[in-house]
């Protein structure tokens, strides 16, 4: 593919009109071409429009339509995996195989939302039959689905270039839904969202869909985001990346005069919580696990465990010490961006200033932009005294808890702020302190996973990747897993309508054999 | 029940310290006995305290405990429905009657809430079983179900004392999720509140419950709302009410450090659309159909008919003669309380400022909170040019709007802002306009009625109760019906759980049938 740097408005390619930008090869720090043009206020009211003119019939398509379309751009990225990946891994500095991996997992993400959208389980239908008999009043008919909420906006993540950005999951999600889609694409990785961009855009076309069912948008600094939120005909927006970005959009979006739902999920520490039994048998596999887990990705990942808190006894020093082996072992790496790359080593002195002390580090760095791992350690009474100690650094940071007791495990997992995951090492003598501790981990995770690092991220019905503030900012929902589709949803009741005025879906005969509740009860009738 | 006046907070009964009021009689301006309190943010801290202490155990009870809790409740209201009824009647001026019927319909809607409990479908359980020979790489097992977020406030409301007030949807769905409630009862029927409180106190002692699953505030002027949403340990908010109230609250959680949820049901004008042959054959019936449901409750009620829309043309005359001559029989009645009525003239007086000419009106004011009933007009025109004649105005008046033609039909139904409901009036004759219309109003309401006026609410499987803003703070819910529940819950997911760890719900054996999503289909395997 011929990257032009154009923005994507509907079935248009815009040339800049607030500027270009180049992209950076954070390994070589060699920029690389094309221009890639910048939008402003014109191009965000003219893709949003687009979007809203395209919801009343992208958003009313049949079941099966839209799963074709889905899948019509899982069969795209598929084709332009191998040249996604090598775009992506020149903007990002990741390794291209693992890149791959990511764009066939993403194309899989599409289809799976595709057999959603088929199942048609998502609309929910319920049927209230009439009862004109009822004492003492009738009841008419209700019947209710969900229907999609409108034009969305989702930014582009700068961590995983596909699967979190352009043909990610949101825009997944969001499509399966219904709702047409304007992408900001994150500056990190112009041209691997231009592939993407370009792919979607080809997709809406073939389908014979609406132009403005998907735009891709680019714009300097701030205030391209403000504007997307800003919109009036905006409905929804989600976010991946810092709690600092995430809050701002999402205060944004509250303080509209008509506020939209806002989905910013963003940070997490993902604490590892090993019992003493556990800690005795398995000290060097949790502490070797935990490492290989956490500097997945340069340690640039939501999901990466970044603390181990276990108390002093048997097994302790064990962990301690191939975790610090296996963190000297590890190579400095390229970091995604500049930014990243500075904000790292600023999170790494705040954690130094806090009094977290360095147990050992990686290979020194070699290019302006690697990240040199590192393993810190503090005490469990430390970890309670300075909250920022219990904050993500994101990059290849772990820090290593020591406590005194189980007393103060307990303590310490209920000072931990809300989180995406939390990971419990147990074996069956510590049953007991598991049961005191999981209460706690659920009120503040959205998953606990149980003696086992979680890579990659499963993208199923069972799947939760949310959790309490911050981790996201509405604990209700998910991002990933069949779930995220639930969050540009929203429930209308039909009542007492003629069956022919009916949604197709929600019709007497039940023509496309949905799973329905009629009656509180569930039935394919 | 003798009515004491405390605040309940927890098992105790706690006296005022911040003040006292007494309830007022709207139909006779007597003020009547015991003298209620006022606590401050000492109770409200209290409350919470209790309620975030109570939760782990009650979110944790079987869906049998809940479910027989939450029938309980709806025996106690039973027993004691003619009294609740005779004090809300004379803290309300509505009909006791009425009220009494209330009653019944909550006492139905806690069984209803048990009946989702035990059903267990609200958990969503989902269950993606281990495959550990998966290519290229092997699946954990993943476990997902819905938990309670925590302690919730719920805001009583002022128009239905017993549905939507301390014994009411919010409270029944809450309770129902698992997430105990501290009440704010609206001051406009503090005993009608006190009786609905100690029955769930009294039922929260009997279940052997913690005893903040349940406590009941009343404070002054809003601080004591604002106190109850900025406390760090409340989960989520609901209100009923107006838009300055609901949107205080509304913007109050938000501001928080860490956001919650605040669904707030808000303003509706309920559009009736009357179609040409509908008109032509019906109009009668319609209109007089109108006046009777926009005349419930005092038209004090979210779901009030509040605007008449349709063409000028055969049946128009006989339309507006029709409800001129229902309102003008229309006796004047008791509003909830003094700012209410006064809210309601002023809001007559805006209308006639907006160029609203008044058609008919109903017998004059008799006692001071007299509500008259009010038959106004305007061109299809006016309303297109001031959105001021679009907003509710609180209490019996009803709008008749007369338009030009079928587009002018169709570009005021998209000058509406967001609406709990429209009512759409059609004929098989109308078939053409109403498939062009239907998805205008399907874009902006959470319900849309055909041929009907909906009078009890249907609290069922099928019902919405929410819209786009500002009908509601958030679309995505619904504040009446089974999927109120779903506004208190998250999804959490146990990943390689061994079994014996897992609830009960999610256990490999099923043990309670539950339907579950298994590798995404549903089974009660």
Chains 1, 2 share one sequence.
Not at 282 to 293: N, T
Request: hydrophobic share 40%; with cysteine.
């Amino acid at each position: 593919m011929i990257l032009t740097g154009e923005l994507l408005i509907g079935a248009s390619a815009v040339p800049p009109t607030t500027g270009t930008m180049k992209a950076l090869n954070p390994a070589t720090g060699e920029v690389i071409d094309p221009e890639f043009a910048f939008g402003g206020p014109v191009e965000v009211d003219r893709a949003i429009r687009l979007a809203d003119e395209a919801f009343d019939s992208y958003s009313h398509t049949s079941l099966e339509e839209r799963a074709s379309f889905l899948e019509l751009i899982a069969d795209k990225i598929e084709a332009v995996s191998e040249e996604l990946a090598a775009r992506a891994s020149l903007e990002t500095g990741l390794p291209a195989a693992q890149l791959e991996g990511e764009a066939v997992r993403t194309a899989a993400v599409f289809r799976k939302f595709a057999t959603v959208v088929r199942q048609g389980r998502f609309l929910q239908a319920a049927i209230d039959p009439a009862q004109p008999d009822r004492q003492p009043t009738p009841r008419m008919d209700h019947r209710l689905q969900k229907v999609a909420l409108g034009p969305v906006v989702i930014f582009g993540s700068s961590n995983f270039p596909i699967s979190y950005s352009v043909a990610g999951g949101d825009t997944a999600s969001a499509l399966a839904a219904g709702c047409p889609v304007v992408l900001k694409a994150h500056n990190a990785h112009p041209g691997t969202s231009e592939i993407q961009g370009r792919i979607i855009q080809a997709a809406v076309a073939e389908a014979g869909l609406h132009e403005g069912v998907f735009s891709l948008i680019r714009g300097a600094g701030n205030e391209i985001g403000e504007t997307l939120v800003d919109h009036p005909l905006v409905r929804a927006v989600t976010f991946t990346g810092s709690e600092g970005g995430g809050m701002a959009l999402y205060r944004r979006g509250q303080q509209r005069h008509d506020p939209i739902p806002v989905f910013t999920e963003m940070t997490s520490v993902n604490p590892n919580f090993v019992l003493p039994a556990a800690l005795a048998a398995r000290s060097a596999e949790i502490g070797s696990g935990l490492v290989q887990r956490a500097m997945y990705n340069v340690g640039q990942a939501c999901l990466k465990p970044a603390i181990l808190i276990a108390i002093d006894g048997p097994g302790f020093q064990e962990a301690r010490d191939t975790l610090a082996a296996e963190v000297e072992r590890a190579d400095a790496r390229t970091m995604l961006t500049p930014g990243i790359h500075d904000s790292y080593y600023h999170n790494v002195q705040r954690m130094e200033d806090g009094g977290a002390t360095r147990v050992s580090a990686g290979s020194a760095a070699t290019h302006a932009w690697d990240g040199q791992s590192l393993l810190y350690e503090v005490t469990g009474e430390q970890l309670l005294t300075d909250p920022e100690l219990r904050e993500e650094v994101f990059g290849p940071f772990i820090l290593l808890v020591k406590l005194t007791g189980p007393d103060q495990l307990l303590e310490v997992a209920r000072a931990f702020r809300g989180q995406l995951t939390a990971i419990l090492h147990a074996d069956p003598a510590d049953r007991a302190t598991a049961e005191q501790l999981l209460p706690i981990l659920e009120r503040r995770t959205g998953r606990i996973v149980f003696n086992a690092y979680s890579m990659p991220q499963e993208t199923s019905y069972a799947t939760t990747h949310g959790g309490p503030f911050p981790a996201t900012s509405d604990s209700r929902f998910t991002s990933v897993g069949m779930g995220a589709i639930e969050r540009f949803l929203r429930p209308v009741t039909y009542q007492n309508f003629p069956d022919e005025y009916l949604p197709q879906t929600l019709r007497e005969a039940n023509p496309l054999k949905l799973w329905r509740l009629r009656d509180g009860e569930l039935t394919q009738q």
